[in-house]
């Protein structure tokens, strides 16, 4: 092939790759998600470290955990009804404003040394009471930035990618930060962060038809959101196996600062360094997902994806070499973004339009949840038989329910196949590909 060729195929690739960033609303918002993004996760490894440096606790660690996101679990669905009926952008100023904040109050009560472990706490459910709130307007307001609604996969895919290049960039920093001058440092910078998506949220232009209602009405809204999201097969399969990915699957991250130190004899620079090469294999998995140009065959990325997940969460548990665990984290954050970047896309895409921020709110639900029941209960399992057979026994059952999933595919793709025709998607779709 001649080289002009070569060279055209690859800009159209990436142009492909990118194709949501071509719509205003949503290039604003992915730049400032970017910038507080890294903040975010900046503060998410200084408190881990922070607890653990503290206490020398994994159950401490999971109770933290828990009490971060135990809120979403029941408020999620109650906030995904305000989601459908009120103004978006307003309810993420409002949510960002609220984690700056919090930031700000940890930053003051670190810097002046006077941080203790029930302070984090009460903030921990503060920020949990915030996030159920805030994810559910967060999901559902991807689709109201892009200009074509066929770029809706791509833009959830490069949602995934900022988050896990954030992923890959802020724990490097983190680390490092924490080792010269202490976790206080990491969460002002993440205050500041919030100056960039606030930014960022004042330059979308979006008009929202929504109106009040009263309680009796708002009842009513959240019933129909339940039986509509529960009745619906397909969406109620993927909104089960998130919760068991987010159960089971995800509470490994909650134990990485005891298993830098007490498995890998590491320090802040170690899990800052594990963190990346997770996010390093999130974020390539996150830009495949992005070029990709169909919804189908999303329902075998997640069979198979499930799968090598439990596979690597398992030998992480069995490694005790700083570079194989990075290798293993690589491809265990590979496989887990492309798990969930799937369910979101296919949740999204299946759900009717003036129900998409309630379905999204049990999406929150499932994927935030329920992590603090699992973060829990791996930080007591942990505690009683070691951190080794806990990820061990966690990527058993994850790649289980991949099995599992695999399995019903055949029976979801047949309710998957006219919703998909229905919405114009596709005019027909082959029953395989779906």
């Not at 001649?2 to 918002?29: C, E, G, M, Q």
């Not at 038809?209 to 509509?228: Q, T, V």
Request: net charge positive; with cysteine; proline share 3%.
């Amino acid at each position: 092939m001649p080289l002009k060729n070569i060279l055209l195929n690859d800009f159209l690739a990436t142009k492909k790759v990118f194709s949501s960033l071509h719509s205003r609303n949503y290039r604003n918002y992915f730049v400032g998600q970017g910038i507080s993004l890294i903040g975010t996760w900046m503060q998410n490894i200084a408190l881990s470290w922070l607890v653990y440096r503290l206490t020398g606790s994994v159950f401490l660690l999971g109770l933290i955990g828990f009490t971060s996101q135990i809120p979403t679990f029941f408020l999620s669905p109650f906030s995904g009804v305000i989601t459908d009926r009120y103004n978006k952008l307003k309810i993420l100023t409002l949510t960002q404003v609220s984690y700056m904040i919090l930031a700000l109050i940890m930053t003051l009560l670190v810097l002046l040394n006077l941080i203790q472990v029930w302070h984090i706490i009460v903030l921990s459910i503060a920020s949990g009471v915030i996030t159920s709130l805030d994810s559910p307007a967060r999901q559902s307001l991807v689709i109201n930035l892009v200009d074509d609604p066929a770029d809706l996969g791509n833009a959830i895919a490069l949602n995934s990618a900022i988050f896990n290049g954030a992923r890959l960039i802020g724990p490097a920093i983190a680390g490092l930060t924490i080792a010269a001058v202490g976790e206080g440092i990491c969460f002002l910078l993440n205050t500041l962060s919030f100056v960039a998506v606030l930014i960022a949220i004042s330059r979308i232009k979006i008009t929202f038809n929504h109106r009040e209602s009263g309680r009796e009405d708002f009842k009513k809204s959240f019933s129909e959101g339940f039986h509509y999201t529960f009745s619906s097969v397909p969406i109620r399969t993927l909104i089960i196996i998130l919760a068991i990915l987010s159960t089971i699957g995800m509470p490994f991250l909650v134990l990485l600062p005891a298993y830098a130190k007490e498995i890998l004899g590491g320090g802040s620079d170690t899990l800052g360094y594990l963190m990346s090469g997770l996010g390093a294999g999130a974020l390539a998995g996150a830009l495949y997902m992005a070029s990709r140009k169909s919804v189908l065959g999303l329902t075998k990325i997640i069979a198979t994806h499930l799968t090598i997940m439990g596979v690597a969460v398992g030998l992480v548990g069995l490694s005790s070499y700083f570079w194989v665990s990075m290798v293993i984290f690589f491809f265990g954050g590979l496989s887990m973004i492309m798990s969930l970047s799937s369910i979101n896309t296919m949740l999204q895409t299946l759900a009717e339009d003036d129900k998409r921020g309630r379905v999204m709110s049990f999406y929150a639900m499932a994927l935030m949840g329920t992590a603090p029941i699992g973060n829990l209960i791996a930080g007591s399992v942990a505690s009683g038989i070691g951190i080794r057979y806990t990820l061990v026994l966690c990527g058993v059952i994850v790649a289980t329910s991949g099995l599992w999933f695999s399995i019903r595919r055949k029976r979801l793709r047949k309710y998957i196949r006219p919703i998909y025709i229905t919405k114009g998607i596709l005019p027909s779709i082959p029953d395989h590909l779906t």
